[in-house]
């Protein structure tokens, strides 16, 4: 169903590179495209989580834009009355003046007071709506990243299960995750910065012409190659980070393990602890030499032009002091404070417009990992439209007929044309050794997995017929790698069935039935006692025990038609097991039920037992008349009762 892998995006962002003249044109537009629709993708994004935040990056991008050219005239202004004041005192003042009858003259005079005022309120204003801008920014990046991760696990509820068995969905995940808390904002901003650049820069370009219109002309020639650069490098790293991938999870994994509750016993005891921050350290080395090596080439690359610009840069400055005193009768000094401001502003935007277009670009790149991560589109759909209703709190039927399964990516049968059937009402467990195939029969019974060869019938349909939703109802499952929920106990209880909601007296009956009332009564909180101590000091930590009488309580509670438990009592002791098997029997009372258990004794009382091994069955039967056939299940059986019975004579 699955097949292999699908191949891996080239390391040109699925776009193959020209092989030849005819080819360039169509492929920069290729590439054009791609860059625009991730771009609008973007924006798309951020309009999602608020249109409010486009709509204050669009007016603050003006107020960015035009102030510092306000900002320069009025410098400008200023410096030529502080020069007529200049004058002027000199020309009135006294020998041996006061400052304050320097002041009324220099007041009285001129339109300095004016000039300062203005200057106060525009440096206010400025003040005012840059930190408030700053704020919404900040506030703004928390509600999109909040919005994507939403979407993003939102995504992953619709993955297929399958899809967590290749590498390839855990990097597109990882990448996707990694993205989503900065890029999108810091790509808006960036755009909305450019644009602020560009209305500065357009503005002083006007003011230059004035003096020389070949100036900023010659300023932004000048900064096209660390503009090149920027692109050729960011696209550089884009790559290295995307095809290092699994070196970074694998930081992540040697790291998480040695801060992992569950583990951190046996790493200790083992003295595995160096070894994993061993594997930590030589997988960082190997990451991060690949990423010096991109660091170290782009800044030689930016030392080299740099020095080329400064050289054109003071060249240009040299050139508007030598017009202004060229021309003292046309141009004041502040005239050249405000040409040399502007000639240093388009300087300065060109380089921050460079900036920002690299980092759109980079960033345009990165989130191409969400967009992955977002067409991921499940398998496990119903096989055709309208899709069949579940029929709901009846026995059912359900027949394997010629199945065959491989894991996604590989090509190892894990089942070979298993056929059985389970009829109504009926218990059945299944036996064999580690590896024989029985979780992956309940994998495909309950439709996490679709097989590869053959048919299931739920009730004499295609069971991919069947609306998945009301399929997945049906089944009350208790997987042998069962969940352990950061909650209270009531709510690990209730999860089996959240749709019937919080019963406090189903939950203690549920509870009651499992065997988990016992210790449950003896918590301080008891019901409303809080699990694992990942949130809160006072929660308590149960035993592999405790939380699998748990597990089963949550199978008690739910409403389902067919029950599934795969291994559900491994981590109790015999006593305790046989105690939930008879009250499995008022449990699985007119339902259809499948057990998979290690312990033999649990199959004596079963309808029909199916003996797998290495993915096929080999025997099949009740328990007399498979332990009449004296095969592989007595052979099991016997082996099994035989040590029972050393033990308890030991």
């Not at 960011?234 to 699994?246: A, D, E, Q, V, W």
């Not at 690299?358 to 991921?376: M, P, R």
């Amino acid at each position: 169903m699955y097949g292999p892998p699908p191949p891996r995006r080239d390391q040109n962002d699925g776009i193959p590179k020209p092989k030849s003249f005819k080819e360039v044109f169509p492929y920069i537009f290729k590439v054009i495209k791609g860059f625009f629709s991730r771009y609008f993708y973007i924006f798309k994004l951020v309009w999602e989580a608020s249109p409010l935040i486009l709509i204050v990056m669009m007016l603050a991008t003006i107020f960015n834009g035009t102030f510092p050219v306000i900002g320069a005239k009025i410098a400008s202004e200023l410096i030529n009355e502080i020069v007529d004041a200049y004058n002027n005192a000199s020309n009135l003042m006294k020998p041996g003046a006061g400052m304050w009858e320097i002041i009324q003259i220099v007041f009285r005079d001129t339109h300095i007071d004016d000039i300062i005022i203005i200057e106060l309120i525009y440096l206010i204003l400025k003040s005012i709506i840059t930190n408030c801008y700053n704020a919404f920014v900040n506030i703004s990046g928390e509600k999109v990243a909040n919005h994507i991760k939403v979407k993003i696990i939102t995504k992953a509820k619709t993955v297929d299960i399958a899809q967590f068995d290749r590498p390839e969905f855990y990097e597109k995940f990882e990448n996707a995750s990694r993205e989503a808390t900065f890029r999108p904002i810091q790509i808006i901003s960036s755009t909305f910065t450019m644009l602020s650049n560009l209305i500065s820069m357009i503005s002083f370009i006007v003011v230059l012409a004035v003096l020389n219109p070949w100036a900023p002309l010659i300023v932004i020639v000048i900064s096209l190659p660390a503009a090149i650069i920027r692109f050729i490098y960011g696209r550089k790293n884009f790559l290295y980070m995307r095809r290092r991938s699994k070196d970074r999870r694998q930081m992540e994994y040697y790291s998480q393990i040695m801060t992992n509750k569950d583990i951190s016993k046996e790493v200790r005891l083992f003295n595995l602890s160096d070894t994993f921050i061993g594997k930590f350290k030589a997988t960082f080395k190997k990451y991060f030499k690949g990423l010096k090596s991109l660091i170290v080439r782009e800044n030689a690359w930016h030392i080299v032009i740099s020095i080329a610009t400064a050289l054109v840069n003071a060249a240009l400055f040299l050139y508007v002091a030598a017009r202004v005193i060229e021309d003292p009768q046309r141009f004041t000094v502040g005239d050249y404070s405000f040409y040399a401001s502007s000639l240093s502003s388009i300087i300065t935007c060109v380089g921050a417009i460079v900036a920002s277009t690299a980092t759109v670009y980079q960033g345009t790149l990165f989130i191409d990992n969400v967009i992955e991560f977002n067409k991921l589109q499940p398998q496990i759909v119903p096989l055709e439209m309208p899709a069949l209703d579940v029929k709901r709190h009846i026995a059912h039927t359900i027949e394997f007929k010629n199945v065959s399964f491989s894991y996604p990516g590989t090509d190892k049968l894990v089942l070979k044309n298993v056929s059985f059937t389970l009829d109504k009402g009926t218990t059945t467990v299944l036996v064999g050794l580690n590896g024989a195939g029985k979780t992956t029969i309940i994998k495909l019974l309950t439709r996490l997995y679709d097989p590869t060869d053959g048919v299931i019938l739920l009730d004499g349909e295609d069971i991919r017929k069947y609306d998945t939703t009301q399929l997945y109802k049906m089944f009350g499952t208790i997987f042998q790698d069962f969940g352990r929920y950061a909650v209270s106990v009531e709510e690990n209880i209730y999860y089996g069935d959240i749709e019937k909601g919080l019963n406090e007296e189903d939950v203690i009956s549920a509870a009651t039935k499992s065997g988990a009332s016992d210790y449950i009564e003896k918590l301080d909180d008891k019901y409303k006692t809080k699990l694992i101590r990942f949130f809160d000091e006072d929660a308590t930590d149960l035993s592999i025990g405790q939380w699998q009488k748990l597990s089963v309580a949550r199978a008690f509670y739910s409403d389902s038609d067919i029950l599934i438990l795969d291994e559900p009592t491994a981590s109790l002791d015999a006593l305790a097991e046989q105690q939930i098997f008879k009250q499995f029997e008022e449990l699985t009372q007119n339902k259809t039920s499948v057990f998979v258990s290690h312990r033999l004794s649990s199959a004596t009382t079963a309808d029909k037992i199916i003996v797998l091994e290495y993915g096929q069955i080999i025997e099949e039967g009740s328990h007399k008349a498979l332990m009449e056939a004296k095969g592989k299940y007595y052979e099991l059986f016997t082996t099994q009762a035989k040590r029972y019975i050393d033990n308890s004579q030991a």
